[in-house]
């Protein structure tokens, strides 16, 4: 199993310019979050959603997006990058007990790291 | 909703001291308490977690206590290396049908050899 993927690994925008972090899980979790991270402020959510189908904002939501695309795919999208949106993106998953997981435990992808010009 | 505390935000110690960081949730109904470790450059990895019916739980040179009265947890390290250097991070859950956590601000841990 690959876990949580996440692409791109890298990126760099202008401000104004779009794009859409990818993330994938082979799983099987039911629960995927987006998160950012910035020096000193730990994870911060922005999106989750509970299930395919279904999405909700969390703690920082202004400028996102969210798509869940199916069971396996949560993607986040910027519509107009701003510099305030230069930071360290992880996705998540958890879910119901699947070959050994454990509901609850959230799972982290290795990080996009955004820069906005 | 849900806040969570953690201090110290910087943590030294020599090499085979012992390492404490401890933290705060606001929800009384948050019953799952789970601690990651991130090292530079990386993803946050679970090292260890504990639900609200236990009051313990050690995995070999690491522990965490919950205490339900005071609202808080602690994660210890035993016998610190420098591999354990790292930045910590301490989650609760937040009650009420979905699998939402909300972190702590992080503790980074450097041991000194």
Known sequence: NAGVTQTPKFQVLKTGQSMTLQCAQDMNHNSMYWYRQDPGMGLRLIYYSASEGTTDKGEVPNGYNVSRLNKREFSLRLESAAPSQTSVYFCASSGRPSTGSRTDTQYFGPGTRLTVL | ?113
């Open chain 2, 1 to 113: 909703g849900e806040n969570v505390e953690q201090h110290p935000s910087t943590l030294s110690v020599q090499e085979g001291d012992s390492a404490v960081i401890k933290c705060t949730y606001s929800d009384s109904a948050s019953n799952y308490f789970p601690w990651y470790k991130q090292e530079l450059g990386k993803r946050p990895q679970l090292i260890i977690d504990i639900r609200s019916n236990v009051g313990e739980k050690k995995d070999q040179r690491i522990a965490v206590t919950l205490n339900k009265t005071a609202k808080h947890f602690s994660l210890h390290i035993t016998e610190t290396q420098p591999e354990d250097s790292a930045v910590y991070f301490c989650a609760a859950s937040i009650v009420g049908g979905s699998e939402k956590l909300v972190f702590g601000k992080g503790t980074k841990l450097t041991v000194n050899p």
